[in-house]
């Protein structure tokens, strides 16, 4: 009986590990291309034959700037990130757990901004934007998007799940309200903080609808920008598109496995809930 369970699990693990190469083989594939000449693409090459220049061309072409669109990309998501991390959990917190007037209509209104394709308040974004002068500057790149009703509902869920004893408690023993959210309730929902910042840097880090509407001046692209318009420059050259796309996805990737078993500790904790 044991060897048969032994066999079930074997079995199991290799059509597990069958279908991940399965699917990592488009990216593999990516990743192998980019270190190729153009004149080697579609065709199998050892190890001598693989180049970097196609990533040094990246960086020391002054045709366009990377290492600065890179820091731009770095600069805004960080600030995205750091502001979803403080707003979104503090507006979660105050519809879970804090009773003032008008709480159903804001949690509705959430709830329904979370069924609005950004596409339609693109152009009042932009509106807005451009009014208060933000347009090619980080402002407009970050401040509209330090908060997301997707990550506040996610919140909150979990918030609803922490017993109310505990702010209770934090109470008894001095603490504010804020006090108790900051130094309870907000370190107990670290694995859901760290799942929305895994989606918060995917989003950010990939964007290219908002930095491409907001911005038009080359020294404030960033990556996925830029290396889109270097695409226009080399359609043809598959092996230099390729490292572009490794380039932006790789960072994405890292993240994720460096948090991937909190990412999936907040999408068990985070569940829809009452």
Request: aromatic share 16%; hydrophobic share 55%.
């Amino acid at each position: 009986m044991a060897a048969k369970k032994r066999m079930t699990l074997i079995s199991i693990y290799a059509l597990l590990v069958l279908f991940g190469l399965l699917f990592a083989l488009p990216f593999l594939y990516t990743i192998y291309t980019s270190f190729l000449t153009m004149k080697d693409v579609n065709q199998f090459s050892g190890i001598p034959e693989l180049t970097v220049a196609n990533y040094k061309m990246y960086f020391t072409n002054e045709a366009y700037d990377v290492p600065r669109w890179l820091l731009n990309t770095v600069i805004m998501t960080a600030l995205v990130i750091l502001g979803n991390l403080v707003i979104n959990p503090m507006t979660a917190f105050a519809l879970a757990k804090l009773q003032f007037a008008g709480k159903k209509v804001i949690y509705w209104i959430v709830v329904g901004s979370m069924m609005v394709p950004y596409h339609m308040i693109l152009i009042p974004v932009y509106v807005n934007v451009a009014q208060l002068g933000w347009l090619n500057s980080f402002w407009g790149l970050t401040v509209p998007f330090l908060y997301q009703c997707l990550y506040i509902f996610m919140l909150r869920q979990f918030f609803i799940s922490v017993p109310g004893e505990f702010i209770e408690a934090a109470r008894l023993d001095g603490l504010t309200k804020m006090g108790a959210f900051w130094r309870i309730v907000y370190p107990l929902a670290k694995s859901s903080l760290i799942t929305m910042s895994i989606l918060a840097f995917a989003g950010t880090w990939n964007s290219y609808l908002i930095p491409s509407t907001l911005v038009n001046v080359p020294e404030m692209y960033v990556l996925v920008v830029g290396l889109n318009s270097v695409k226009d420059l080399f359609f043809e050259n598959t092996p230099l598109i390729m490292a572009g796309v490794v380039l932006t996805t790789l960072p994405i990737l890292i993240f994720f496995f460096i948090f991937q078993k909190q990412y999936i500790e907040g999408v068990s904790s985070s569940g829809v809930k009452g």
